[in-house]
């Protein structure tokens, strides 16, 4: 399809995501469904989390509901990075009010090896039925991005069995034993891989990498330890086609280190300055962020005129995707987000034909 039929949101995301001139920056939120919106909530009275995430038509319901409401550029999978280790084989609960849960996390090498073969056809076939569903519904030529959590930050979960703010065991077993760290990511590696390609094939049109934790490292150990794997991870990808973005949390210490990733677009937190972003990544490379989400939670006013200033710093070069720096915060009024919508989509590149 030449680029002049792709329909105009789509169009604008991609163009963007490839570093070319838009008329505004594209724009979605990192975790735009959610119980923020009391259409999610709605329907999470009826189902569990892991029923919606299951059940496709329900999948691509909530994955429209910020479309509606927002006019957002791309609509994302709705499903969880959580999936995948329980795919492979580990216990997965999400109990009332609180974060999830992998009971039975892992340990010792044994227990690495123990992990299933996935094959995201037969093993994630719900997944990929939810991006066929909700690429189907898509109204307004808006782009589709899939999504995987990346090696490292399921291997936190994976070892850990929850949520921690340093996932000290992981970072433990990647010093005392190496072989199981090293075992434990490689298995990551080919699984993350074969679920974004079959996302990508069901409809995707981009796929964002979610790097959460990677923060936590310092940047020599995470280009030891960590890049390697993302890296191969996003060298699968090159053939599809598909922009890959790379959205590690956690401050710019890491953005010396990301040229050569394979990434064509990096997730900025709000920590990190565009302007300095672009400067320590390679030139071409697309930025994607970064309101601090935070200021959602500020007055509607506050928040739009915030994200004014994000939209011309991200004017200085082609290649913005607008976003948060992270995901929507919970109990952040859906006027907030609406009122920083219309701020994106009231701007005017000044590149713009
Ligand atoms: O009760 C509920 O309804 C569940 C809340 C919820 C939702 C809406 C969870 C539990 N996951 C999700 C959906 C989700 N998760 C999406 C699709 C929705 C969208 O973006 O519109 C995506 C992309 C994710 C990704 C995800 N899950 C990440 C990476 C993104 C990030 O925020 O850094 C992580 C770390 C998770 C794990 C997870 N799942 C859910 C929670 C509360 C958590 C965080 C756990 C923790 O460390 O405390």
């Not at 105009?8 to 939120?29: S, T, Y």
């Not at 005392?176 to 080919?190: Q, V």
């Not at 739009?304 to 070069?317: F, N, S, Y």
Request: glycine letters at 10%; charged letters at 20%.
């Amino acid at each position: 399809m030449s680029a002049a039929l792709l329909p105009a949101k789509r169009e604008r995301f991609l163009r963007a995501c490839r570093g070319q001139d838009v008329d505004r920056p594209p724009f979605w939120f990192m975790r735009q469904a959610g119980r923020y919106l009391p259409e999610y909530r709605a329907v999470r009275e009826r189902v569990d989390f892991l029923t919606l995430c299951k059940t496709p038509e329900l999948a691509a319901e909530v994955a429209f509901q910020p479309l509606r409401r927002f006019g957002c550029d791309a609509a994302i999978l709705f499903s969880d990075i959580l999936v995948v280790p329980q795919a492979m084989g580990l216990t997965l609960t999400f109990g009332a009010g609180e974060g999830p849960r992998l009971t039975e996390p892992l340990r010792t090498r044994d227990d690495v090896s123990r992990l299933l073969r996935v094959d995201p056809g037969r093993d994630l076939a719900y997944m990929l039925a939810a991006v066929r569903q909700t690429r189907a519904g898509l109204s307004d030529g808006e782009a589709l991005i899939g999504f995987a959590g990346a090696p490292f930050t399921l291997a936190c979960y994976m070892v850990e069995g929850e949520g921690s703010t340093s996932f000290a065991r992981l970072r433990t077993m990647m010093h005392a034993d190496p072989a199981a760290y090293d075992e434990l990511m490689t298995r990551l590696t080919d699984v993350v891989a074969d679920c974004l390609q079959a996302q990508v094939e069901a409809g995707a049109d981009a796929v964002q990498l979610f790097d959460t934790w990677a923060g936590l490292l310092d940047g020599p150990t995470w280009a030891a330890r960590v890049a390697p794997h993302a890296r191969a991870v996003l060298a699968r990808l090159a053939a599809c086609g598909a922009p890959r973005i790379y959205f590690a949390a956690g401050g710019p210490h890491l953005l010396p280190h990301l040229g050569g990733l394979g990434a064509e677009v990096i997730g900025c937190d709000w920590r990190t300055p565009l302007a300095e972003a672009r400067r320590l990544l390679p030139p071409g490379t697309a930025v994607q962020g970064n309101l601090d989400p935070v200021l959602l939670l500020a007055p509607p006013a506050v928040a739009a005129a915030r994200a004014g200033e994000i939209l011309v710093e991200g004017d200085a070069a082609a290649g913005h995707v607008f976003n948060l720096g992270h995901g929507v915060l919970p109990g952040t009024p859906p006027a907030a987000v609406a009122a920083v919508a219309d701020a994106v989509r009231g701007f005017r590149s000044r590149r713009a034909a």
